[in-house]
């Protein structure tokens, strides 16, 4: 299994050597899959999945959540998966800091949220507005972390990934769709059909 693993990414890397490839590689999205997936060290089941990214050829793969503590080092999936399962059992309970700023970096969250979940994160007892807010902030976190948006991010992540080798190609519109999904955790019906006919007008596979 640790040997398919390193072989796979060693295949999506620009180094043909582990130790140096793996350091290519960088934590970008986490997401909690409905169904049994196959990680690529060719474990079954696994659901809690990590999305990690390449810096030098911007490539994109998912790992097992696993797979990504015990070979890339890379532990951010953690505490998100941790937060997630939490949510679920509860809604009504807080998520983990580090998830917090998770949520900020990518933009899902606004300020006045972040500020508000910083302020009341450790409090046992909140009034029913603050409660129905807290809430709201926690949905973000699992509709950003579910199967759905992920496959939104990896639709659009390819035709950003095909752009930078076509530059004549204007990116704005898409990267505008990213940080709608970012924000909203899902493209609108309208939304989905542009990317979808972006995809197949120039025949990006
Ligand atoms: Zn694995």
Redesign the pocket.
């Known amino acids: 299994?640790h040997y398919q693993?390193t072989a796979e990414i060693i295949k999506l890397s620009v180094s043909d050597y582990w130790d140096s490839a793996k350091l290519e590689w960088n934590f970008e999205y986490a997401y909690q899959s409905e169904t049994q997936e196959t990680?690529?060290?060719g474990?079954y089941p696994i659901r809690n999945i990590c999305v990690i990214r390449n810096l030098e050829n911007k490539n994109q793969t998912e790992?097992?959540n696993?797979?990504i503590n015990k070979f890339l080092g890379i532990d951010k999936g953690n505490k998100i998966f941790e937060s997630i399962n939490k949510l679920k059992d509860d809604i009504s309970k807080s998520m983990n800091a580090e998830v917090l700023e998770y949520l900020n970096d990518k933009k899902v969250i606004t300020q006045f949220e972040y500020d508000f979940y910083t302020d009341t994160l450790r409090k046992r007892v909140l009034s029913q507005k603050q409660l129905d807010m807290r809430e709201k902030i926690n949905r973000k976190l699992l509709s950003f972390t579910s199967y759905e948006s992920n496959s939104v991010f990896s639709r659009i992540n390819l035709v950003l990934k095909w752009a930078e080798n076509n530059k004549w190609f204007d990116a704005k519109f898409v990267e505008s769709l990213k940080q709608n999904c970012e924000r909203n955790g899902k493209l609108t019906e309208k939304q989905t059909l542009a990317l979808e006919n972006i995809i197949s007008k120039l025949k990006i596979v």
């Open positions: 299994m693993l990680c690529l060290c474990h790992v097992g696993c797979c």
